[in-house]
C-alpha cells in the first residue's frame, strides 16, 4: 500500500485571496477554483508529468476552505520556506512583508545568532517560516 502526502488544507475567510496569495509566493499556479475550494499546485506539474510519475513521488498542494471566524491562536502546523543560497534571503522575506505577511513572535530567540529562521503570517494570520538559505 502507499499513502502519498496529496494535499494540506488552510482554513480561511478569503479562501481566493488567500489561494492568490499563496499561489503568487510560492509561484505556484491555481488548478481548480470554486465558492467553496481553491487548490494550488507547482507551476511546473502538468497533466504530462503526473501521468508518467509514480503516485507516491507526486508532490502536495495546498487546499484553501471557508470557516467563518477568524484563526485566534497559533498554528500546530505550519509551513517552512527555504530560499537558495544563491537568492537574497532578507530580500525575499521584504517582499514577503510588501505582499502582506507580518512578522510574527511564537517564542523564538530574539538572538539573531540563534535563530536561524524568521517567523511570518500571511494575511489570514497563518504563521510559516522562512529558514537559512539552503543548496538542497
Not at 502519498?4 to 481548480?32: E, M, N, S
Not at 485566534?72 to 525575499?92: E, F
Not at 540563534?114 to 511570518?120: H, Q, S, Y
Amino acid at each position: 500500500m502507499a499513502l502519498r502526502w496529496y494535499t494540506a488544507v488552510v482554513d480561511c475567510q478569503d479562501v481566493h485571496a488567500q489561494a492568490r496569495w499563496w499561489a503568487d509566493v510560492l509561484g505556484w499556479q491555481i488548478f481548480y477554483e470554486a465558492d467553496d475550494e481553491v487548490v494550488i499546485i507547482p507551476s511546473w506539474v502538468t497533466p504530462a508529468i503526473v501521468e508518467r510519475t509514480p503516485w507516491e513521488q507526486v508532490g502536495p498542494g495546498l487546499v484553501f476552505v471557508p470557516v467563518e471566524e477568524a484563526k485566534t491562536v497559533k498554528n500546530r502546523l505550519h509551513i517552512d520556506l527555504a530560499p537558495h543560497i544563491s537568492d537574497d534571503r532578507d530580500g525575499i522575506i521584504d517582499d514577503l512583508l510588501a505582499k502582506g505577511a507580518t512578522r510574527v513572535e511564537v517564542g523564538q530567540s530574539e538572538d539573531p545568532g540563534e535563530t536561524t529562521w524568521t517567523v511570518l503570517a500571511d494575511p489570514e494570520g497563518n504563521e510559516f517560516c522562512v529558514l537559512s538559505s539552503r543548496e538542497r
